[in-house]
């Protein structure tokens, strides 16, 4: 184990020596010291080992982590500069300019132009618009959405706390269960917003990303509308010759449950470097709403069924505008976004 963790020391070392900028720098982090990283996943395991080894091996690993970080930080700091400069040198302004110079509007933000598409073909579907708050009681985001105390998306490392029983909400899934409690069945909404989740930042994740959350109720609901309400979207907003396809899942407040996935709107579905030779794309998560949500919701579900599904903003922007960077989206560089 100790040849591992110096092996792992010195490949961190020469990468953080060799990173040219702070976003690959980031990557070396979340590959090494990230909840999944390969530093972690040694220190998550010396529970195997016997006491006076563990002891051995976790100073040991400890005392790498630490460097690691040193050296992390003291990198990024170079690089900053470096950047800052950089910057300097690129976007020096002419003083000497005319001053005529015609002034910029501005216009929409990629994410802003996706949420603005989805909501229109959810109202042309006769959806209204519903939202609830992004500080949420842990009964909203958890309880009341079927995930009792014991469940894993409760763990602190999930999960952003402000006191034992409020949290930032981890989905917008909670506004199910706010609507149900304002309006009586039949009901359609979709809920916009802003979720947190603890996470490092890195191409493909954020503390805080974005979530539409979709919810009908009726009499004799069905998968069936789910699906065709699903399909619908799917070739309003990616095109007419979509296809979609449903994977069993699993989700505390729907049973049944699916993932959906969307054939490739670039290749069709023959494979391709957008949809990772995969064909389809996954875009969402949903399901038949759980007897145990429409209870809480103070909805017979005797009487009543639904179904909801749930979608992440970044993920749509990043596929439909071929954005390979989630940082991307919350830099505010103007040169990124005057392209959308
Ligand atoms: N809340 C889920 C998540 O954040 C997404 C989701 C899945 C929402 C299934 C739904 C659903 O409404 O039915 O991963």
Known sequence: MEKELNLIRENALSQIESSKDTLSLDDIRVKYLGKKGSLTQVLKSLGNLDAEKRKEVGILANKIRNELEEKIKDKKDLLKIKEINEKLQNEKIDISMSKKCSKKIGHKHPLTIVLDDIKEIFMGMGYSIFEGPEIETTYFNFDALNAPIDHPSRDLQDTMYVTDDICLRTQTSPVQVRTMLNKKPP???????????????????????????????????????????????????????????????????????????????????????VCKKEGYIEILGAGQVHPNVLKAGGIDPEKYTGFAFGLGLERIAMTKFGVTDMRYLYENDKRFLEQF
């Open 187 to 273: 009901l359609k909404v979709i809920c916009p917003g802003r979720v947190y989740r603890s996470d490092s930042v890195d191409a493909t994740h954020s503390p805080m990303f974005h979530q539409v959350e979709g919810l009908v109720v009726g009499e004799n609901v069905s998968m069936a509308d789910l699906k065709g309400t699903l399909e619908l979207f799917a070739k309003k907003y990616f095109g007419e010759d979509t296809k979609i396809r449903l994977r069993p899942h699993h989700f505390p407040f729907t049973e049944p449950s699916c993932e959906v996935d969307v054939s490739c709107f670039v290749c069709g579905g023959k494979g391709c470097r």
